[in-house]
């Protein structure tokens, strides 16, 4: 039997025999609780138990549990009723709802009073690391050195940030375009101009076409010159795009100073943009936070097609053994189109200061959102702003102190990021009083029109 088999070994030990160990114990997660097993065989009478935990990397140990067989003989795990020549026993410890401060190294400290020799005290020892996993806390993803101008004309390098907080030990991160994985090389060295702008650019990737070599500003792309003739997508889909006849070899008609140009979506993309395989290359950074967790930044860099990057969707998911399931965050790449735009206040006089702003657009993949954030800029048709600029940046612009001179005026507000741009437009109209107090005047301040000149 178990008891005959423990009796044989104590018969060939020595005096003040003493074995300690720990039971083995697979990571946790935080917030669960935990039981810390420490078992131990002896010959001898069992003195003491404490428990530590080992902090500053080893140089200091608190003690969290003492038990000293002195003044408690009624221990629940203790045999002292039956007096064999050796006792198994087990003393345990219950961490409650563990936190990350909670992860590190535990010692069970055991001694004992020698069989032959009752004032020689034996002393014995385990260890084990408590490994607490922290499961992340937040995932993002953002474009980088964003809001940025459109070009047609140049390539892009565009690159995505996902960060990811909380979660230890460190997550795998990777990338997916349109739920398919994106298989991605190694971002191994950054070009001085991409660091200035604070893209990864690998080594070995192709440079792009000079402006010069472009023949794009007089002839159409080929999926201009072929309207019927859709692009496939990197993913084998075709995207559903549509194409505004015109004059062929003839450029887009150029917004005047006077009148409002026609909706005309601009599909002259230089030969770069017509590869439906782009490279992805792929960076990848980890930083310890204070509280022993780790931050993820992953980077996904390619050159930019908006024809065929447009209504994507890219989403940075996160695999760790503390998440049942994957964490994600998701972005649809789209030009802005159309922002929708309001004047206050709704009857402005002489002397006011009206403010005109972006409200939203008038279409999107969801709703109002744009994906990379535009870049939001005003001016005056046929003049300059009132601080006599020729165009101001932001969401708003302010105009202080109206004169009556700028009733009638023009204003247009163009929204761009790298997928494309688009203009609108909104005519101001200022409320003039006679020497009575009476107004007279149009019976709306503003005349928000809506043609839109798009590019994207």
Not at 102 to 108: A, M, R, S, V
Not at 154 to 168: M, R
Not at 196 to 203: D, E, K, N, T
């Amino acid at each position: 039997s178990g008891l005959q088999f423990q009796c044989v070994i104590s018969l060939s030990c020595p005096a003040g025999y003493l074995v300690v160990s720990i039971e083995p114990l697979p990571p946790v997660v935080m917030g669960d609780t935990v039981t810390l097993k420490c078992n131990f065989r002896t010959d001898g009478n069992l003195r003491e138990i404490v428990w530590f935990r080992v902090t500053e990397g080893g140089r200091s140990k608190q003690k969290i549990f003492t038990y000293d067989a002195m003044y408690n003989t009624n221990f629940s795990h203790m045999e002292d009723y039956r007096r064999r020549e050796e006792f198994a026993y087990q003393t345990t410890v219950r961490l409650p709802e563990v936190q990350m401060e909670d992860n590190g190294p535990y010692e069970c400290h055991v001694g004992i009073y020698d069989r032959t020799y009752r004032e020689k005290v034996v002393l014995a020892s385990g260890s084990i690391a408590v490994v607490v996993m922290s499961p992340p806390k937040s995932i993002s993803v953002i474009a980088v050195d964003q809001p940025t101008r459109f070009n047609r004309y140049e390539a892009q390098n565009f690159t995505l940030l996902c960060t990811v907080t909380g979660g230890k030990p460190a997550p795998v991160v990777y990338f997916k375009r349109d739920g398919e994985l994106i298989e991605v090389l190694p971002s191994t060295q950054s070009s001085d101009g991409a660091e200035s702008r604070g893209l990864s650019v690998p080594i070995d990737s192709r440079s792009l076409i000079s402006r010069d070599l472009d023949d794009t500003k007089l002839q159409r792309s080929i999926s201009f010159l072929n309207p019927g003739i859709e692009p496939a997508r990197s993913d084998g889909v075709r995207p559903q795009q549509r194409y505004t006849s015109g004059a062929t070899g003839q450029e887009g008609p150029k917004p005047t100073t006077e009148i409002i140009p026609e909706t005309v979506v601009s599909r002259e993309f230089p030969r770069w943009v017509l590869s439906s395989s782009p490279l992805y290359y792929f960076d990848y950074t980890e930083t310890e936070a204070n509280d022993g967790t780790i931050e993820v930044q992953a980077m996904l860099t390619w050159h930019l097609n908006p024809q065929l990057d447009s209504e994507a969707m890219f989403s940075c998911e996160v695999k760790h053994p503390a998440l049942s399931m994957p964490m994600q965050a998701e972005v649809i790449l789209s030009a802005p189109k159309g922002p929708k735009l309001s004047a206050t206040p709704c009857r402005a006089k002489v002397g006011d200061t009206v403010r005109i702003a972006v409200e939203g657009f008038q279409t999107g993949v969801k709703g109002n959102e744009v994906f990379p954030e535009p870049l939001f800029t005003w001016s005056h048709v046929g003049g300059l702003l009132l601080d006599g600029s020729a165009e101001r940046e932001g969401k708003v612009l302010v105009l202080e102190r109206v004169p009556a001179e700028l009733n009638g005026s023009l204003y247009r507000c163009s929204a761009e990021n790298p997928l494309g741009s688009t203009n609108s437009y909104l005519r101001l109209i200022i409320f003039v009083a006679d020497s009575g107090g009476a107004e007279f005047g149009p019976t709306h301040i503003m005349l928000l029109l809506s043609v839109t000149l798009e590019f994207t």
